[in-house]
C-alpha cells in the first residue's frame, strides 16, 4: 500500500502563514492536491497538481512541492481558513489513489 | 449542475452485505471516471476505490482494507454508480460518498450516505 503522511494539526494566529505538509514516496513523479473540509461539509479543492490554485480560491492559498514533500501554503490566515485540510495523490503506478490523513488547522 | 445522489445507507450487521447507488446528472456520466469516498465519523478521508470509464477499459481499482470485499460498477444507460459491498466489518462504519472530476479527482461530491455495521 501507499502513505500519504501529514501532521495532524497546525496552529497559527490570524494573519500568520500557516504551513501544512504532506509527504510521500510517489510524489516526485505524481502530482499533489489539497482539499479543504469545513465542519459538516463536503471537502473542496483549493490546489491542484502541486501549485495551480481553482478559480474562486483566494490568492493566500499557494501550493508547491520539492522531492517526497508538498506543501500547502496559507499566507495571512484567516479565521475562516480553519477546517481540515487533506492531501491527495497516487501511488507511482496511477492506480491507487490516496488520501492523507488530513491537518486540523486552527487559526485563533 | 453536477448533482450526485447517494442511497442504500443503513444498519447491517457484521457479516453483511450492502449495495450502495448513486445517481448522477449534470454532465455525461459515460466519459467519467468515477470514485467513492468514505468517512468515518470523526475520522479523515479514505479512497474506496474507482472505476474508469468504458471508453477508458472500465476498470475497476480499490484501496487495500476493501480489496477483494467491495466491488464497484456502473450502468451508463441509468447515469448510476454502485458499490457492493461484502463481509462488512465494524471498521466499514463510515459516510459513503459518491466523487467525480474535472481539475482533479474529486471535484464534486454527494450529500453522503451513512452506512452503520454494528450487531
Known amino acids: 500500500s501507499y502513505e500519504l503522511t501529514q501532521p495532524p494539526s497546525v496552529s497559527v494566529s490570524p494573519g500568520q502563514t500557516a504551513r501544512i505538509t504532506c509527504s510521500g514516496d510517489a510524489l516526485p513523479k505524481k502530482y499533489a492536491y489539497w482539499y479543504q473540509q469545513k465542519s459538516g461539509q463536503a471537502p473542496v479543492l483549493v490546489i491542484y497538481?502541486?501549485?495551480k490554485r481553482p478559480s474562486g480560491i483566494p490568492e493566500r492559498f499557494s501550493g508547491s512541492s520539492s522531492g517526497t514533500m508538498a506543501t500547502l501554503t496559507i499566507s495571512g490566515a484567516q479565521v475562516e481558513d480553519e477546517a481540515d485540510y487533506y492531501c491527495y495523490s497516487t501511488d507511482s503506478s496511477g492506480n491507487l489513489w490516496v488520501f492523507g490523513g488530513g491537518t486540523k488547522l486552527t487559526v485563533l | 449542475e453536477v448533482q450526485l445522489v447517494e442511497s442504500g445507507g443503513g444498519l447491517v450487521k457484521p457479516g453483511g452485505s450492502l449495495r450502495l447507488s448513486c445517481a448522477a446528472s449534470g454532465f455525461t456520466f459515460s466519459n467519467a471516471w468515477m470514485s467513492w469516498v468514505r468517512q468515518a465519523p470523526g475520522k479523515g478521508l479514505e479512497w474506496v476505490g474507482r472505476?474508469?470509464?468504458?471508453?477508458?477499459?472500465?476498470?475497476?481499482d480499490y484501496a487495500a482494507p476493501v480489496k477483494g470485499r467491495f466491488t464497484i460498477s456502473r450502468d451508463d444507460s441509468k447515469n448510476t454508480l454502485y458499490l457492493q459491498m461484502n463481509s462488512l466489518k465494524t471498521e466499514d462504519t463510515a459516510v459513503y460518498y459518491c466523487t467525480v472530476g474535472a481539475t482533479s479527482p474529486f471535484d464534486y461530491w454527494g450529500q453522503g450516505t451513512l452506512v452503520t455495521v454494528s450487531s
Open positions: 472505476i474508469k470509464s468504458k471508453t477508458d477499459g472500465g476498470t475497476t
Open positions: 497538481e502541486d501549485s
